[in-house]
């Protein structure tokens, strides 16, 4: 019998790309490799329902993956099978179990008995292979007297990276799981709702291990990173207050050797802390002046309803704090240069008015996005707004309002976006190329570290770290050229 082989298809969020890497180490681990163009004996969906979009992508892929199973009766034991594990087997794990066929696994996020789904993965598999399961100790309980390493809740699996080789220039390092804020349009608290962190001693050694593996930057990852270190993400309930455990773990990760560049994923503003700023500006050799801040709307009203811990004139104070403290000295005739920002903002949220929206408008105009990720409002069952049907808006003015928003940002001439990048003109840049050009007339292509996307003329080698001056932009490229001198290191 040939050896086993597996296919894993990952949808969602950055969360999930982070676990998929677990999934694939549990895998390999076992002594299956990956199938490539070719049958494969397990078939693993790793799963997405946050939207409506992304429950209906996830049940096509299920059934993709049921066809592609190999026929049973011309293999031993074990079976061609299909996993389903991730958010769409904890919402939908009926329709999954039915999708993926007879003598599937489904596999969601949380069970009765505490466990992870990494560990509940790793179960799975060994069933399949016929082998035992190895008996889990019970979840870990908070401890109060705790070392500042140990956050203060259950802590996250570790599963050792295999040396499989680097497939991206950038890597996410899943620091954090699990929420409770109870957003009103989130379905998340219900399918993640046990926060677990993962020590700052786990992290770094994970960090020096994707650095070996060839990654030139991290993206520190979470389901609410803000809660990292704390047994929950309401900060009015947090029970140490002056902790700053990100902070201590944003210092720490910077410090390992090898790594170029790193950077944090989505945050509230309430979690946007002054210590967590100092951090970022002690490291501004490796932590890169980005934030990913979800505004979701820019009416008062609309965030009270959506039960946000934040209202507007928290977000701009806070955006006025991180503009002040990461903003980059003046280069020869530039201006300085303000941090890049961006945002999530949900658009035809039950009992939106035109003038909640225009109040949307008018903050992401002040803001000055580097890009908005703009969605419909889309009702899950279980969320408190997906039973307000009464206020529901009608989907041709949602539809509207994004392609509105959307030409905020994308407009030729004067959009958000190629307002924030028209400031990078002239200036010298670090690029860390993610795609190399087919040929000597085309275009190579990476991310500064203020998150635009840089063309660069020629074949670069991808991971390459290229000093870059920026020589134009238009309404959809940044053109840069290499400079020759190395480009010095970020000083604020």
């Known amino acids: 019998m040939r050896p086993l082989t597996y296919r894993i298809t990952t949808l969602g969020c950055r969360v999930n790309h982070a676990e998929t890497r677990d999934l694939e180490a549990i895998l390999a681990t076992r002594g299956l490799t990956a199938s490539g163009d070719a049958p494969a004996h397990l078939e693993v969906v790793h799963s997405c329902s946050v939207t409506g979009a992304a429950a209906a992508k996830s049940r096509q892929a299920v059934r993709r993956a049921a066809r592609r199973l190999p026929d049973a009766a011309a293999h031993d034991a074990p079976l061609p099978r299909v996993m389903v594990t991730g958010c769409y087997a904890g919402t939908d794990r009926v329709e999954a179990e039915r999708l993926a066929g007879g003598s599937s696994f489904v596999v969601p996020h949380d069970d009765d008995d505490g466990s992870h789904m990494i560990e509940r993965f790793a179960d799975a598999v060994d069933t399949w292979l016929g082998h035992a399961t190895v008996d889990r100790d019970p979840p870990a309980t908070p401890d109060a007297s705790a070392p500042a390493d140990a956050p203060a809740i259950a802590s996250l699996p570790v599963v050792p990276a295999t040396p499989q080789g680097s497939r991206h220039t950038r890597a996410e390092l899943r620091i954090q799981d699990g929420c409770d804020a109870h957003c009103t349009f989130c379905i998340i608290p219900t399918i993640r709702p046990r926060l677990r962190s993962k020590t700052i001693t786990d992290a770094v050694a994970e960090a ?285």
């Open 208 to 492: 020096r291990r994707l650095v070996d593996l060839g990654h030139r930057e991290i993206v520190l990852t979470g389901i609410f990173i803000g809660a990292y270190g704390h047994e929950t993400a309401l900060r009015r309930r947090q029970r140490k207050p002056g902790a700053e455990p990100l902070a201590d773990l944003l210092d720490a990760v910077a410090q390992v050797p090898g790594l170029e560049r790193l950077r944090i994923s989505s945050m509230e503003p309430g979690d946007v802390t002054g210590a967590l700023l100092d951090a970022m500006v002690a490291n501004a050799s490796v932590v890169v002046p980005h934030l990913h801040l979800p505004l979701q709307s820019g009416s008062d009203a609309i965030l009270r309803r959506m039960n946000r811990q934040y209202g507007v004139r928290d977000y701009l104070e806070m955006i006025t704090r991180v503009e002040e403290t990461l903003t980059r000295p003046a280069t020869g005739d530039g201006p300085p240069l303000p941090p890049a920002i961006t945002t999530d903002i949900i658009c035809g949220f039950p009992g939106e008015t035109d003038a909640d929206f225009d109040a949307t408008m008018a903050v992401a105009d002040s803001v000055g996005f580097l890009h908005m990720h703009v969605f419909p409002f889309s009702p899950r069952a279980g969320t408190a707004a997906a039973r307000w049907t009464t206020q529901f808006v009608p989907a041709r003015t949602v539809r509207s309002r994004v392609r509105r928003l959307i030409d905020l940002e994308e407009d030729p001439r004067d959009g958000l976006a190629l307002r924030y990048r028209r400031r990078l003109v002239d200036r010298v840049v670090r690029v860390v190329v993610e795609r190399a050009a087919s040929g000597e007339a085309g275009w190579s292509t990476g991310r500064c570290d203020h998150y635009a996307l840089v063309h660069l003329p020629g074949v670069i080698p991808r991971g390459r770290i290229v000093a870059t001056r920026i020589t134009s932009v238009d309404a959809t490229r940044t053109i840069g050229r290499p400079e020759p001198a190395p480009i010095p290191l970020p000083v604020l």
